[in-house]
């Protein structure tokens, strides 16, 4: 039997980002409308967040990315550092998603209000970080929503009848093959 608990503010940079997200063994699968050049702690260095991404590439975890619109130069000059990224996580872009969740090998998962940016996820300081909350959960039932919804939007299920399809360069590529 699993545990949800509710968590805010810079909880949620804490136990998901700093515990939970590098400690992946398997997969990580995160969904976010806003993506920026998050800024992590790591062995008392401040590192982007794609340099944990790319070290659990490193460790061959499978990672898929959505996020809602094209990240700010600073976030893609941080990617470029990082080679392994390129064909070690799978990257999808839907103008729809506004759902904000991480899921840790299908054991662990987030599900609330944070974007994956500095003042969403709580890593900025005290005065310059947004008043977030959300939900962490081992238990497996919730797990799978969270899952499912996700994979819903990865494996294109609403894509037909969605109303953006214009702006949706995913979308393209997928009728021209």
Not at 42 to 58: A, Y
Not at 105 to 134: I, P, Q, V
Request: charged share 30%.
């Amino acid at each position: 039997m699993g545990v949800t608990e509710f968590i805010s503010d810079r909880a949620i940079y804490k136990q998901v980002l700093l515990e939970r997200v590098p400690q992946a063994k398997s997969f990580l699968w995160i969904g976010t409308s806003d993506l920026k050049d998050l800024h992590v702690d790591k062995n008392g260095r401040m590192v982007p967040f794609l340099e944990v991404l790319s070290d659990l590439v490193g460790r061959n975890v499978s990672i898929r990315l959505i996020h809602a619109k094209e990240p700010g130069e600073n976030f893609r000059e941080d990617f470029d550092r990082y080679p392994n990224l390129i064909g070690g996580m799978e990257r999808i872009l839907c103008p729809r998603v506004h759902f904000k969740s991480v899921v840790v090998d299908g054991e662990f998962a987030y599900m609330g209000s944070a974007n994956l940016t500095g003042a969403g996820m709580g890593a900025k300081g005290k005065t310059r970080r947004n008043f977030e909350s959300g939900i962490i959960t081992t238990e497996q039932g919730m797990i799978e929503k969270i899952m499912e919804q996700f994979d819903g939007v990865w494996m294109g299920k609403h894509c037909r009848m969605c109303g953006r399809k214009k702006y949706c360069a995913d979308y393209k590529d997928m009728l021209s093959t």
